[in-house]
């Protein structure tokens, strides 16, 4: 079939929407026809060329919502109809690490999923016969886009697709560090280091989690009122002073979860720092640039902190975000606040500037 997608042809170039080709669902995949579709950092990274592990040309998009048109022979967990969002993190649910309950790092497709092929190594996406390779298995900056079953989660069909699609990378990521990496007790006082989607979706995953204080750092104070909607009790202009503060807040003894979720390495090395002695967890959430690296006092690691990370917020996505979802439908998680743009798909390249220029949250796509 034909379908409009947004095309990365060439790296530190606007992406070219335009109309491609799609083919059917093989066996264990699924056709899904995307309504929505938020624009994350990864995107614009990879559309810069900055990631050297990127390749063009490929659809970008991996934020998706949208319903299941086909199915492939022996697909039985979706069925046409269902709604359903795009997971860059599948769940296999057989491998190693799905039958763990420590990691959601799937092994199933990786290789296959990082060199942009679906599981049998060919593309869906193609032009004039040349194949297009996809993006984190997703390539949801389009009209319909083919996917893996085990990269799909069902999720209520009262679900709203452009605003629940946040769940399938950036909210996520935020809300599982509190709730699937830190687990936050109840009555616990937290940090949290950047309050953009992921920074806030630790806040609001903090607060699902019962904890007391919640104390926000980020730049922007506009973003700071929107952490303080999303449950923190103080906040603050992130700088220099900002362990400091922790600890000033907490009896000199610091925080007994922090997250971090700018990508900066040296707001890394402060979260790691105003964790509690004796018991500290500091999350990282955040990305840094390749080649970066996190400076720790060991000293802070003997006294009793300790350092976790994730990736997707730990989220089983296909267990977890269905989860999420409810407990957005249930008025118990608000997500509508974190969309700040909505854009058509021709307005991409809008959206990737809007980014740049740190104007709002998060941009969804509508089709
Ligand atoms: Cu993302
Ligand atoms: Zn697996």
Known sequence: MKIRAAVLEEFGQPLVVQEIDLAGPRPGEVLVR??????C??????????????YAPTVLGHEGAGIVEAIGEGVESVRPGDRVLTLFSPQCRECLHCRSDRTNLCLAIREQQNLGFLPDGTTRLSRDGEP???????????????????????????APPDVVCTLACGATTGIGAALYVAHVEPGSTCAVFGAGLVGLGAVAGCKLAGAERIICFDMSEERLAMARAQGATDTFVGGAGAVDQVLELTGGFGADYTFEATGNVKVMRQAVECARMGWGLCTVAGVAGKGETLDVVPRYLITGRRIAGASFGGAKGRDRVPELARLYLDGKLDLESFITHHRPLDGVNDAFELMERQDGIRTVLTF
């Open 34 to 39: 995307l309504e929505a579709c938020g624009v």
């Open 41 to 54: 950092h990864t995107d614009l990274y990879t559309a810069s060329g900055a990631d050297p592990s990127g």
């Open 132 to 158: 297009i390779r996809h993006f984190m298995g997703t390539s949801a900056f389009a009209e319909a886009t083919v996917l893996p079953e085990i990269a799909v989660a069902k999720v209520d069909p009262a």
